[in-house]
């Protein structure tokens, strides 16, 4: 027996509805906020972990070339991933105190985004604070190394496979992107998967993880458009033009992730007899 279709416009409906309902919009300023605060330790911890192994130096590089290719805005994203992880190797230089303070504010981040994905489940009670615990040390200390070796890995395959093809580079860079947004969905749909104190499916995860991904294709084009076409904000801010751009950025970032965290939400109600999802024990 074939899936039952999901209706596209009133599944959307929903999602638009409730986002604008339930005040996501101003969960995704809240997010954007400790955002700001948290970026700067949160890679700073991601790079101490990572320089504590001289052979995931590769890593790193691969970590920041994925967020200028898909993550931070067209026309600014060289200048932003060089001044964030600028910051963060300086984090390393700061004393005990000060690294208490930069471990709390990372893991702020994460619990503010934890709650924000309990939201978008409707699940009220919160997982034990271990098991938080464990699970942002998970997303702080792994997941880099994952992404960098995944890449790394990619990398070596393809330069290999493409030595052989005369006029290869270009070829390389289309299999580069692909690779990359590849393992950007997985990275959502682990986000989608783990985070919420909710049971969602592996399948609603990755379909969200692909609409996420694709939210951020979109969203960088959009920029990289804006900022070619309607460059009146250069003469608006001058040297400062980045921060704006920046700012609203990282809240249309998050706006395109709990769209996404939505869609995985959503998804179980429009797909016949799926069971409703339950809170984890």
């Not at 700073?44 to 920041?64: E, T, Y």
């Not at 994203?77 to 471990?103: D, N, P, T, Y």
């Not at 986000?191 to 939210?215: E, F, I, K, S």
């Not at 458009?225 to 609203?248: E, Q, R």
Request: with cysteine; hydrophobic share 55%.
């Amino acid at each position: 027996m074939p899936p039952p279709r999901r209706p596209i416009f009133p599944f959307s409906l929903r999602i638009v509805r409730r986002f604008g309902e339930e005040g996501f919009g101003q969960i995704s300023a809240s997010l954007a906020f400790t955002t700001l605060l948290s970026l700067v330790p949160l890679a700073g911890l991601m790079l101490a972990i990572a320089s504590a192994f001289p052979a995931f130096k590769a890593f790193i590089d691969h970590v920041d070339n994925l967020l200028v290719a898909h993550l931070l805005p067209a026309g600014s994203a060289g200048l932003i991933s060089g001044k964030i992880f600028q910051f963060s190797r300086r984090a390393s230089e700061v004393s005990v105190f000060g690294a208490m303070v930069l471990v709390f504010t990372a893991f702020l981040l994460m619990n503010t985004v934890e709650r924000a994905f309990n939201h978008v489940w409707r699940v009220s009670v919160p997982r034990p604070m271990w098991h938080r615990l464990w699970l942002y040390a998970l997303v702080v200390a792994v997941w880099p190394i994952v992404i960098g070796s995944l890449l790394a890995a990619t990398s070596y395959a393809v330069t290999a496979s493409l030595g052989w093809i005369s006029g290869g580079g270009g070829i390389r860079a289309y299999v580069f992107k692909g690779i990359s947004l590849a393992v950007l969905v997985l990275f959502f749909a682990f986000l989608y998967r783990a985070v919420p104190n909710a049971t969602v499916r592996w399948r609603d995860a990755m379909l969200a993880g692909v609409c996420a991904a694709g939210g951020f294709a979109i969203l960088q084009k959009g920029f990289e458009l804006y900022l070619a076409y309607f460059p009146s904000y250069k003469a608006i801010y001058g040297a400062f033009a980045t921060v704006p751009i920046f700012l609203l950025w990282v809240y249309l970032s998050w706006a395109v992730v709990l769209l996404g965290a939505l869609v995985a939400a959503t998804l179980p109600d429009f797909g016949g007899n799926t069971p409703r999802k339950h809170r984890r024990r």
